[in-house]
């Protein structure tokens, strides 16, 4: 559906699912629907947004780069581009409760509520096998057995790791062959978890 209309179009057609609030299943158009509330709200496009609001904050080393449908609409959901670095800097940021390079970039409040599970059906444990059991909170994964490590995972293996408790940041870019929960996730959860036990 990308190709054969714009994305806006496309997204305020598509139909709801299900009630919100009470149902848990990951839908990528919510992020699309973020975005669009971004351009409403500010009159800007979210890539002149978060130019101005962190990627210049937090000092990134490389411009990003986002995919667009085939009318220039940023694809907000997936294909946004960016060097290792720069994700890890991000991953830094909230980290530090959202003060970096000398300001507070995101508000500590914000950090806190975006990743910690607000209702019971989005906690660790409680959504379904497809999900291994993994919370959610506004596009932070909180894995089973989280003691407050969160993730961000992208298609074919990208990750953005956070452990505040090990003062942890872990990123890994990838080509895999998965672009859905698998077990390479659990997996990769595992590797950082024990990455950052070692260096504690």
């Not at 800007?44 to 990627?55: A, F, G, R």
């Not at 059906?121 to 999900?131: F, I, V």
Request: charged share 20%; net charge negative.
């Amino acid at each position: 559906f990308l190709y054969i209309q714009p994305m806006e179009k496309a997204v305020l057609n598509y139909p709801s699912q299900c009630p919100s609030g009470n149902y848990f299943d990951y839908m990528g158009l919510n992020s699309q629907i973020l975005s669009l509330l971004v351009k409403r709200t500010t009159g800007q496009n979210i890539v002149t947004y978060l130019e101005k609001k962190l990627w210049q904050p937090m000092g990134a080393e490389s411009d990003a780069y986002w995919l667009t449908d085939n009318y220039g609409t940023e694809v907000t959901f997936c294909g946004m581009n960016c060097i290792l670095r720069d994700y890890a800097k991000f991953g830094l940021v909230y980290l530090h409760n959202g003060y970096f390079n000398g300001q507070q970039i995101i508000p500590k409040s914000w950090v806190k509520e975006s990743t910690i599970p607000d209702t019971s059906h989005l906690k660790p444990g409680a959504t379904d096998e497809s999900y291994f059991g993994w919370g959610y909170q506004y596009h932070w994964w909180i894995p089973e057995g989280s003691k407050g490590d969160y993730c961000a995972t992208g298609a074919w293996g990208q990750y953005l790791y956070i452990n505040p408790e090990k003062n942890f940041v872990g990123v890994k870019t990838g080509s895999g062959n998965k672009i859905y929960r698998s077990i390479d996730d659990v997996e990769t959860i595992a590797l950082f978890r024990a990455i950052a036990d070692e260096l504690d």
